[in-house]
């Protein structure tokens, strides 16, 4: 497959859940909300609010009973037992810690540190009178992720419940790719065998392949989920056409051999795992850390090059590069699965990327293996 190969239903970005899923999706889910409690009171009733109308449940400090442990720890903690990230970001950085962080700054960490989605807001910064440690944060903070304005509690209120709904959207309709089309999932069922999806696809031509690869019946097709990476042949796909431009899809997968696992070896004295983060960190940075001496043992990979120069947009571009990331790392036995991913918005035709991954346990009785993680900037994307 070439790079250039790919056939990505770009209009499927658009697709949001309806509210029963949304409220199905919010249901038990936790959202931690971050901010100077004292500077932002009205502004904490409008998210408490927004997570509520939903059917999520706010963590607060507010909320917190007679604890044994101190303040920051405790914050920690309900960061950690929560799925989303609310931060909001004012003209003040708020008192230091012990650890020389401020309440709110840790908490982001700890969010990043844990993989939680992250809802950042900011508001002040033309007022002149924002601290220097707080304008570190919020724009080392934009190197990885955008953040949204707010003018008052009722406009941030509706901020908070678009972008609660996007991530369920997202988490809903994860994208798959069978071959060379990309496409959003309603459905995905599979017993490691067999794989059964429900689509609704708007594009043409990712249409046209699914049918291609249907009657051809052709075998050793890759697929990839979220979760899931292997090689498939497509057995039947049923279509009905709902509109001119959608096609509602039904497809099953049938799991072929597993391919072979690239060879995982030290490497000079290197793991097998850090030689893997090598390898990866190279290819998508260009740099040069495995050195010269690996010749052909270990080269550098870059599953994101079919997206260069693609020109996709953001709401596109980031779930197709985790999904690619994901594909290569567990297709070759790097990973059992990623546990955080982020890639920022475009400066000047860079983008930093991070992400994190466990790799997988070979043996039983052996202890669970510690996560790797990179960190570079790409080009191109």
């Not at 901010?35 to 507010?62: C, H, K, N, Y």
């Not at 995905?188 to 051809?216: C, F, K, W, Y």
Request: proline share 4%; glycine share 8%; net charge negative.
């Amino acid at each position: 497959m070439t790079d250039a190969s790919l056939l990505v239903d770009q209009r499927s970005a658009s697709l949001t859940a309806s509210e029963q899923d949304v409220r199905a999706w919010a249901s038990g889910r936790r959202v931690f909300v971050s901010s100077l409690i004292t500077d932002m009171p009205q502004e904490r009733s409008a998210v408490r609010a927004a997570i509520e109308s939903i059917g999520a449940t706010p963590v607060m400090f507010e909320d917190l009973g007679p604890l044994d442990v101190s303040a920051d720890q405790a914050y920690l903690a309900g960061v950690r037992s929560s799925e989303v990230y609310v931060g909001m970001w004012g003209p003040r950085y708020g008192v230091r810690m012990p650890d020389g962080y401020s309440a709110t700054h840790a908490e982001y960490r700890e969010a990043e540190r844990n993989g939680l989605r992250l809802c950042l807001f900011v508001h002040g910064e033309s007022s002149g009178e924002m601290d220097g440690a707080q304008r570190d944060l919020i724009q080392g903070a934009r190197n990885l992720y955008t953040t949204s304005s707010w003018s008052d509690s009722a406009d941030l209120q509706q901020r908070v419940i678009r972008r609660l709904k996007d991530l369920a959207g997202e988490e809903l309709a994860p994208w798959v790719r069978v071959g060379r089309a990309l496409f959003r999932a309603r459905e995905i069922t599979s017993d490691g065998r067999r794989i059964s999806i429900t689509a609704v696809v708007r594009s043409d031509a990712v249409h046209a392949e699914l049918v291609r690869l249907r009657d051809g019946r052709a075998s050793g097709v890759a697929f990839a989920s979220p979760t899931e990476a292997l090689s498939v042949q497509l057995t039947d796909l049923s279509t009905r056409t709902i509109s001119t431009i959608a096609h509602e899809e039904r497809l099953t997968l049938v799991a072929q051999e597993r391919r072979t696992l690239h060879m995982r070896a030290a490497l000079n004295g290197i793991s097998a795992d850090e030689v893997a983060r090598r390898t990866l960190s190279d290819g998508l940075f260009g740099t040069s850390t495995l050195g010269e001496q690996a010749g052909w043992l270990a080269r550098p990979t870059d599953p994101l090059a079919p997206l260069r120069g693609s020109g996709l947009d953001d709401s596109v571009l980031r779930p197709i590069a985790r999904l690619l990331i994901a594909e290569q790392l567990i297709t070759d036995g790097s990973a059992s699965r990623v546990d955080s991913f982020a890639l920022g918005p475009a400066h000047q035709g860079a983008r930093r990327l991070q992400a994190t991954w466990t790799p997988p346990q070979m043996y039983v009785n052996e202890p669970d293996p510690a996560s790797l993680s990179i960190d570079g900037t790409v080009t191109g994307l």
